[in-house]
């Protein structure tokens, strides 16, 4: 079965920290990945995909296809990235057209 | 657990029909109902939102008499596209937001694939 899996509702960390939300996903298939951020009040928004292997607002995320996971991570915390953030599955843009969306981790930064 | 379900999953119409594509939340009441599009390796684009028993708010460069959005009940939005034609052809999301306990919380459905011939 297709699935994404963010294991954590909620994750509090001081500024300056590293942070890592994960996710985790199940497809049989060549995975496209997404990371989604929400801000209070703002509208969703792509952060970054595993394609593009960019890095946004100092956040990187890695495909580990042996492990089936697609951290997010970030090396020092800002208080401007509390959000909600998603990490998505696309599951081909053709034939079996899905997208599946994580419950979303709400991440907190602590002053 | 709270899910948001979208039917149909997939749509084929001929051009210059209209399409519904109906958005649910199951075991909540979704206060606001968004909708998005997604192109081929592109992100979403929000097209429009909608909060229950009021005019949907939309999104620069959408059009309003070309998807239609209703959001007659706490668990139903519908989003019609209007006289379709080909470049419609798109995959349409719904995301759903509540209250879940005290917190707001935001579901997506899993998305309609709508090709217009």
């Known amino acids: 079965a297709q699935r994404v899996t963010q294991p954590e509702k909620l994750l509090s960390v001081f500024k300056g920290a590293p942070v890592e939300l994960k996710c985790n996903y199940s497809?049989?298939?060549?995975?496209?990945l997404f990371w989604y951020v929400q801000y209070s009040r703002q509208r969703l928004q792509l952060l970054l995909r595993h394609i593009s292997r960019e890095s946004i607002k100092g956040f990187t995320a890695d495909l580990n296809k042996g492990e089936t996971s697609f951290h997010l991570k970030k090396p020092f915390a800002q208080e401007e990235d509390s959000a909600m953030y998603y990490c998505?599955?696309?599951?081909?843009?053709?034939?079996?057209?899905?997208?599946?969306f994580g419950k979303g981790t709400r991440l907190h930064i602590l002053p | 657990g709270a899910v948001v379900s979208q039917h149909p999953s997939r749509v084929i119409c001929k051009s210059g029909t209209s399409v519904k594509i109906e958005c649910r939340s199951l075991d909540f009441q979704a206060t606001t109902m968004f909708w998005y599009r997604q192109f081929p390796k592109q992100s979403l684009m929000l097209m429009a939102t909608?909060?229950?028993?009021?005019?949907?708010?939309?999104e620069q460069g959408v059009e309003k008499d070309k998807f239609l959005i209703n959001h007659a009940s706490l668990t139903l939005s519908t989003l019609t596209v209007t006289s379709a034609h080909p470049e419609d052809s798109s995959f349409y999301i719904c995301?759903?937001?509540?209250?879940?306990?005290?917190?707001?919380?935001?579901?997506f459905g899993p998305g309609t694939r709508l090709l217009v011939l």
């Open positions: 909608s909060n229950e028993g009021s005019k949907a708010t939309y």
């Open positions: 497809y049989s298939g060549s995975p496209e």
């Open positions: 995301s759903a937001s509540g209250l879940l306990g005290l917190e707001e919380t935001q579901y």
């Open positions: 998505a599955l696309s599951v081909g843009m053709s034939r079996d057209d899905k997208i599946i």
